[in-house]
Structures are given as structure tokens and as C-alpha cells.
């Protein structure tokens, strides 16, 4: 299995606190991405990375902002988490090698926010 | 704007029969495509994958997809269902530049006993 872990596993905040999940990698691969798992909408990419201190939004990036400082850790922050950012968030890594490869994603961290 | 579509939230099907999930995509040029599952509280698993070459590709678990770009589908087949393949698949498509990594959403397999 790939080497990512995603901290918290579970987490439960209230509305209007900051909220940072990690996702630490030990394959030293070069792209990471957050997303979110809701019902009926599949996995929704929210923000991307290609390299240390290189970071993207995807399709669902208000209300969230990522760090990447080191190749091995991602941060996901939600600046004032609100209801609406209750889901499940999965961390993936890509290797980024020549061509295309393929994702590995971690457990996920179930988010609830009340 | 590209896009991945799963026609089928739901499917139920007898064990020992055949499957065929539905995945269409909408991109400028051939994507990169993957088929996922995932059990229930867990992460996701690749099941299989296409670049390149041989339209027909086979995967883990007795998987196997089909490219056809005339119809943009990438459709997962299994050729006899097994109680323990009951699980959500997800169709993912890359964009062009390899940095997105696209989700259709999903499709969740019944199996009757």
C-alpha cells in the first residue's frame, strides 16, 4: 500500500473555528490533492499540488486554503469551517513520473461540523 | 469544461450474473482513464487503467473496461458478479496536462445473493 496518512481520522468542530486536516506521504511523490466525498456528487477536487510551495485550486476551492512546505506533508485548512464543509476528505499522491500514473488515496478524514 | 458522468447512481444485480457500469467522459482530446472502488469507510482502490494501445484492458478482481472513443465511454464489465464486489465505483478521468484528476459520481453495486 501507498504510504499516506491522512490526521485527524474523525474530527468534530463548530462552525466559525479554523479546521487543519494533514496528509503525509512517505513515497516522496510529486503531486497531491485534497477531495471531498458527498453523496451523490463522487469525489470534488479542492485543491492540487505539483511541488513544494506549488499549490492549484480545483473545483470546489472557497472556503479552503492548502500548504505544502516540505515534498511530504499537505495541508488543508478551513479558515472558518461552516456546515456545508461537513463531508469526508481523502488525500490522494501521484508520482508525476514520465507519462501518466495513477492516484494512491489515503483513508480519509470524516468532518463533521456542527 | 471536462467532465466524467456515471449514468447510474444505483445497480443491483443477482450474484453470478454479468455487469456493466456506465462511464462517459468530455474532454478536448483521449484522456488518461481509471476505474476505482471503494468499500464502505474505506479509501479508494484502482481497479484498472488506460493510456494507451489495446482498447480492452483488464484490472484486478476479474475486471475489465473498454475504450471506444467513438462513444467517449470507458465502461467496467465483470463477467459474473461475486457478493463481495457489492461497493461504490468511481470512473476518474486526467486532463490534458496530467495535473487533474476528474470524478464521475459513482455508481453503487448491489449484490442479491
Known amino acids: 500500500d501507498a504510504g499516506i496518512t491522512q490526521s485527524p481520522r474523525h474530527k468534530v468542530t463548530e462552525t466559525g473555528t479554523p479546521v487543519t486536516l494533514r496528509c503525509h506521504q512517505t513515497?516522496?511523490?510529486?503531486?497531491m490533492y485534497w477531495y471531498r466525498q458527498d453523496p451523490g456528487h463522487g469525489l470534488r477536487l479542492i485543491h492540487y499540488s505539483y511541488g513544494v510551495k506549488d499549490t492549484d485550486k480545483g473545483e470546489v476551492s472557497d472556503g479552503y486554503s492548502v500548504s505544502r512546505s516540505k515534498t511530504e506533508d499537505f495541508l488543508l485548512t478551513l479558515e472558518s469551517a461552516t456546515s456545508s464543509q461537513t463531508s469526508v476528505y481523502f488525500c490522494?499522491?501521484?508520482?508525476?513520473?514520465?507519462?501518466?500514473?495513477?492516484?494512491?488515496f489515503g483513508q480519509g478524514t470524516r468532518l463533521t461540523v456542527v | 469544461a471536462q467532465s466524467v458522468t456515471q449514468p447510474d447512481i444505483h445497480i443491483t444485480v443477482s450474484e453470478g450474473a454479468s455487469l456493466e457500469l456506465r462511464c462517459n467522459y468530455s474532454y478536448g482530446a483521449t484522456p488518461y482513464l481509471f476505474w476505482y472502488v471503494q468499500s464502505p469507510g474505506q479509501g479508494l482502490q484502482l481497479l484498472l487503467k488506460y493510456f494507451s494501445g489495446d482498447t480492452l484492458v483488464q484490472g484486478i478482481k476479474g475486471f475489465e473496461a473498454e475504450f471506444k472513443r467513438s462513444q467517449s465511454s470507458f465502461n467496467l464489465r465483470k463477467p459474473s458478479v461475486h457478493w463481495s464486489d457489492a461497493a461504490e465505483y468511481f470512473c476518474?478521468?486526467?486532463?490534458?496536462?496530467?495535473?487533474?484528476?476528474?470524478f464521475g459520481g459513482g455508481t453503487r453495486l448491489m449484490v442479491k445473493p
Open positions: 513515497e516522496n511523490h510529486r503531486y
Open positions: 476518474a478521468a486526467h486532463n490534458n496536462a496530467g495535473n487533474m484528476l476528474t
Open positions: 490522494a499522491i501521484r508520482a508525476g513520473l514520465e507519462g501518466i500514473t495513477e492516484a494512491f
